[in-house]
Structures are given as structure tokens and as C-alpha cells.
């Protein structure tokens, strides 16, 4: 059966919904946030604070990565990527193919599939269709991306035709091959579809169509958040809540600020991921409750008031402002781990909000209000 998805609630005067996905380690709340783990972990961050201070379900792991190091004979050896980072929780992976697009200058496309060259060690490796399902088998990930091409912003419509068509193609193709493989370690798996199109209205309608053939719990919209204006990006957000199925979960891939990702509520999607709150926290940016902190700027020096109290996170309600720049001047990696708490709990606990909002069909009006306060710079 693989992951199921039940749509729960509407909000009226907008597309917001709430829904659960069934997954064989747990349901899913829907609007969710996955923190990205990329390599087996999320930086900074335990797997025992995942669950219990972020209080997150699901993450994500890569397949590119995950493939090189620290490979399939340890990951199978291990019995799963589940076991081998030590997460009773769900897992969704990515199939590698932005990971191999951000590679431009080290990979070949093919109808076959795509060449890379490692990062690590230069050695040569081919991703198929086929064998990223099998990838994905191994690794054991309740939620399997299918391989696509992300186009480049900008680029010409007709490469972007032409790399939407080759998506096609290989989703064709790995499906097939995913319905004569079985999973490895007792539990279902599900492969996820991914349209693109870069930003060509046309071609995004003629991709989102094509992926609905394949009947599944989740679709995706590939390839944005890649440079292009936030006026793309939102359009094109809306057309997808438009043309993909009422009763199936869309999952935006890559998006993105918390601004983007209430946006993309509005406009009925249901998953999110970003590297954006691990990242910026490593750069001292915390997402709170009142608004957003450069931690490192002069006016928290001698700040004693806690990093944000609202949010239910024991780190950042017992620990001040002061003392979490005082880490990062001191270049203490405490400074990292305390920050991460901080962001990956605001955007699930951003989740938790708009989830109650939408069930009282006042999700609109909460999204105005809340992003006057979330949204500006302290």
C-alpha cells in the first residue's frame, strides 16, 4: 500500500488544508516542514532532539550523498538508512537529481540517465532511472523521489522543454522498474513523481498533468527556488494546487522562508523542505517568534532576555541572547547546535500554528498578522 494521504480540513476564502500521511513509522500532520539531514544527519542536530524538542516525524536524507558515502554495501549491511542513523521516524529521500544539477560542470545528461563525477574523489558514477529506485530500495526510505532534471534559472523554453520531456521519460521508465522491486526491509515504500518546467506556465501545466497518471499519495513541484523571483515562484505555486489532485499531498521541494512556505500553505501545499534554517543558523540568523536576529550584531551583546519563549524549546527559553553570541565569537560549537534548535523548531512549531488556524477557518486572516511579526528584522 505504501504511504496513504487523508485530507482532513479546508479553510474557507483560501486552498489551506490540514491532512495525515500514513506512513509504516507513524502518521504525518500535514502542513509539515522536513529538517534536511543530507548525509544520514540533521546538521548540528541529535536524532533524540529531532523527535522530542523539534518534535518532527519526518526528514529527509540524499540519495547522491548517501550513494558515496558511506555507500550501499554499509547502508545494506546496516539493514536501512532507518537503522544505520538510529530514526524510528519517517524518511523521506531525494533522488539526487538536484544534488547532480548543482554539478553542471561535472555531469552528462542522457536519455539514459546522467553521468557525475564524485565531488569527494572524482570517480565517474551513472544515476538511471532504475537504479536510483534501486538506490532508494536499499536505503530503505518510506518516501522515494523519482530521477528529474532541474533546469537551471534562467534558461531558455526550449531547454526547459527539453529537460522537462527527459523528466518524463525517466519517470516512465523508474516507475516501471519500481513496480518489479520489492522493499528490503518489511515495510512499504512509495515513489514520488516530480513535474517541472521551469517557469513556462505551458510546460509546468503539461508536466503537472503527466505526473498525475501514476496515481500516487504524494505529488512534487521540482525546480523552483532556484534563483527565480519570488513572483514565479507564487504563481506558479498556485497553478500546481490548481492542476494536481484535491485528495493527494503536494509537496513543494527546496522552499524555502517562512514567508514562502505560508504562501504556498494558502495555495494548498502540504510538504516543505529547506536547508534554509540549519544553514542561516550556522551564520548566526535565528527565526523567533518576534522576528528575525542577526545574533552576532552589537545589540545582543549584553541581551539577557531568553533567545524565545514561546516556542516550548527548553534551550531557547533557559539560554539568552547574550550568551548564544558570546558562543559565536568564541567559536564554540554549542553556538551551532543551540541555533538549529532555535530555526528547525520555529518552522515545525510555524507548522503546529497554521495546522490550528486552518482547522478554525482563520488561517488567512492569521498569516497577516503573524508575518508582521515574524517577518521583520530585530
Known sequence: MGIQFRLEHTCGGSSARTGTLETAHGPIQTPVFMPVGTTGTVKAVHQKELKTNIRSGLILGNTYHLYLRPGLDVLSKAGGLHRFINWDGALLTDSGGYQVFSLSARRKLTQEGVWFYSHIDGSKHLFTPQSVVDIQRTLGSDIMMALDECPPYPCERKYAMKSMELTHVWLDQGFEHFEKTKPLYGFDQSLIPIAQGSVYDDLREKSLIYIRQFNCPIYAIGGLS?????????????????????????????????????????????????????????????????????????????????????????????????????????????????????????????????????????????????????DKRL
Not at 229 to 257: Q, W
Not at 274 to 286: D, E, K, S, W
Not at 302 to 324: C, F, Q, R, V
Open 226 to 374: 532556484v534563483g527565480e523571483p519570488e513572483a514565479d515562484l507564487l504563481r506558479l505555486v498556485k497553478l500546481s494546487g490548481m492542476i494536481l489532485p484535491v485528495d493527494k499531498a503536494r509537496y513543494l521541494m527546496g522552499v524555502g522562508t517562512p514567508k514562502n512556505l505560508l504562501d504556498a500553505i494558502e495555495s494548498g501545499i502540504d510538504m516543505f523542505d529547506c536547508v534554509l534554517p540549519t544553514r542561516n543558523a550556522r551564520h548566526g540568523i535565528l527565526y523567533t517568534t518576534q522576528g528575525i536576529i542577526n545574533i552576532r550584531n552589537a545589540k545582543w551583546k549584553e541581551d539577557l532576555s531568553p533567545i524565545d519563549e514561546t516556542l516550548g524549546l527548553e534551550t531557547s527559553a533557559n539560554h539568552s541572547k547574550s550568551y548564544l553570541r558570546h558562543l559565536f565569537y568564541a567559536g564554540e560549537m554549542l553556538a551551532a547546535q543551540l541555533a538549529s534548535l532555535q530555526n528547525l523548531r520555529f518552522y515545525t512549531w510555524l507548522m503546529e500554528e497554521a495546522r490550528k488556524n486552518i482547522k478554525a477557518n482563520t488561517f488567512v486572516k492569521w498569516k497577516s498578522e503573524i508575518l508582521q511579526r515574524i
